[in-house]
């Protein structure tokens, strides 16, 4: 496989390897993919959670075990004053 790099991901490349970290574009290439496989896998397992997530809230809400945002939100404010006026 041939591929063509802009250059500022060639010069990306060389700015690694001449600040010694890397002595050539394969060990510079091959973090950058161990990187995005990392974060490709972090990110499936994030959705996965905030699936789960979802599906418990849902449940929560058919079962009647919510609560009223605004009444939420207003007893955070009032929280906030008392603190402040402490």
Known sequence: ??????????????????SGKFTNADEVLDVAF????????????????????????????ERGEVLDGEIVVMQILEKFQK???A
Do not use: C, G
Not at 42 to 55: L, N, S
């Open 1 to 18: 496989m041939n591929i063509e790099l802009k250059p500022e991901h060639e010069q990306f490349i060389q700015a690694q390897i001449a």
């Open 34 to 61: 161990q990187l995005l496989e990392k974060l490709n896998s972090e990110y499936v397992q994030w959705v996965e959670e905030t699936r789960q997530k979802v599906d418990v809230a849902i449940a929560e809400i």
């Open 83 to 85: 603190a402040r006026e």
